[in-house]
C-alpha cells in the first residue's frame, strides 16, 4: 500500500491561515503507532502474508541495526515494532520504523515479495540466457522493444534476418533490473512479472517437450516411416541440399534433425532460421515448407 498523506480541510478556516490551524490543533501523537498512522501508514501487523519477508528484504540494515543482530529474522522485526509501538518518546526512531513497522513497499521488488513471498519465478539477475531466450520469444510484442529502449536490426530483403540477440538480451536485463528498483505500481509489476520470467526452455528440443511435440519427432525409432517420407518429400528442396552434408538418404534427416534439437535459442540465428526449418523437417506434420 502506497503512502497516504493526511488531507488538511482548509476552506472555512478565514483569518485563522495555517499557522493558526498548528496552533488551534497543537497535537503530538500519543506514541509510536499513533504517529504512525496519523502519517497513514498502515501498520504491518494488521497485514497477512509475506509483509515481514517483504520488509527485511528491502531494509535488511535498518532491521540488523534495531534488532541488533546480524541475521535478523521476520519474527525479529515483528517483536521489535511490537515493543516500541508503544513507545511515548519515539522521535529518534520514528523514521526507522516508518520503513520496517509499515505497509509500504517501496521498490517493485519488496512489492512481489510481499505478493509471492519471492522474486525467484524472475529471471537471476547473473542468467544472461535466459534473458536472450526470454528476448527473442517476446520481441513481438507490441511496444515491448520500445518498453526496454531497444531498436532490433532493420530487416534487409534477401537477407537472413539480424537479430542481435546479444544487444536485446542486455536491453531487457538493464529494464528488468532497473525496474525491480522502481517505486511499484500496478502496471510495472504486472509488466516485470511477465516479461522478466524465463521461458522454461532453452533448445529447441526443450521448446518442443514443453510444448508436448516430442511423439512427433522424427528422431523417435517409432516416426521411422515418417522420417522416410519427410526425407522424400524435401530431398529436391534447395535449401535442404544447401544444408545437408551428410549424404542422400533418409539417415542424412536423422543427423540433421538430431545435431540441431540441441541448438540454442540464446545463439543467433536458431530463433529465426533453424526453428522453423525444424519444425518443418523435423516433426511429423506442420504447414511451414523449409
Request: proline share 4%.
Amino acid at each position: 500500500m502506497a503512502k497516504l498523506f493526511p488531507v488538511l480541510v482548509l476552506s472555512g478556516l478565514g483569518t485563522i491561515g495555517v499557522g493558526g490551524l498548528y496552533g488551534f490543533s497543537g497535537l503530538r501523537p500519543k506514541d509510536l503507532k499513533q504517529y504512525l498512522e496519523w502519517q497513514g501508514f498502515e501498520l504491518a501487523s494488521n497485514k497477512d502474508g509475506n509483509i515481514w519477508k517483504s520488509i527485511l528484504e528491502e531494509h535488511r540494515d535498518i532491521v540488523k541495526r534495531r534488532t541488533e543482530k546480524q541475521s535478523p529474522q521476520e519474527q525479529d522485526i515483528r517483536d521489535w515494532c511490537s515493543s516500541h509501538l508503544s513507545k511515548k518518546d519515539y522521535e529518534t526512531f520514528k523514521d526507522d520504523a516508518s520503513k520496517i513497522c509499515v505497509n509500504n513497499p517501496r521498490t517493485v521488488r519488496a512489492k512481489i515479495i510481499q505478493l509471492d513471498g519471492s522474486i525467484s519465478s524472475l529471471i537471476e539477475s547473473s542468467n544472461d540466457e535466459e534473458y536472450r531466450v526470454a528476448y527473442i520469444f517476446r520481441k513481438h510484442i507490441k511496444g515491448f522493444t520500445q518498453l526496454i529502449g531497444f531498436t532490433p536490426p532493420p530487416k534487409e530483403e534477401g537477407k537472413p534476418e539480424r537479430e542481435n540477440i546479444v544487444g536485446g538480451g542486455e536491453a531487457l536485463k538493464k529494464w528488468c533490473l532497473k525496474s525491480l528498483e522502481s517505486k511499484p505500481d500496478d502496471s510495472l509489476i504486472s509488466n516485470v512479472k511477465t516479461l522478466c520470467s524465463p521461458k522454461g526452455f532453452k533448445t529447441i528440443k526443450e521448446l518442443i517437450t514443453k510444448q508436448k511435440e516430442h511423439s512427433n519427432l522424427l528422431t523417435d525409432h517409432s516416426n521411422v516411416s515418417d522420417l522416410q517420407s519427410k526425407w522424400n518429400a524435401i530431398r529436391q528442396r534447395d535449401s535442404w541440399k544447401h544444408d545437408n552434408t551428410s549424404g542422400e538418404n533418409s539417415s542424412s534427416l536423422m543427423k540433421w534433425c538430431l545435431d540441431n534439437e540441441e541448438k540454442k535459442f540464446s545463439e543467433e540465428g536458431t530463433f529465426s532460421e533453424i526453428y522453423p526449418k525444424f519444425r518443418f523437417r523435423c516433426l511429423k506434420s506442420t504447414s511451414l515448407e523449409l
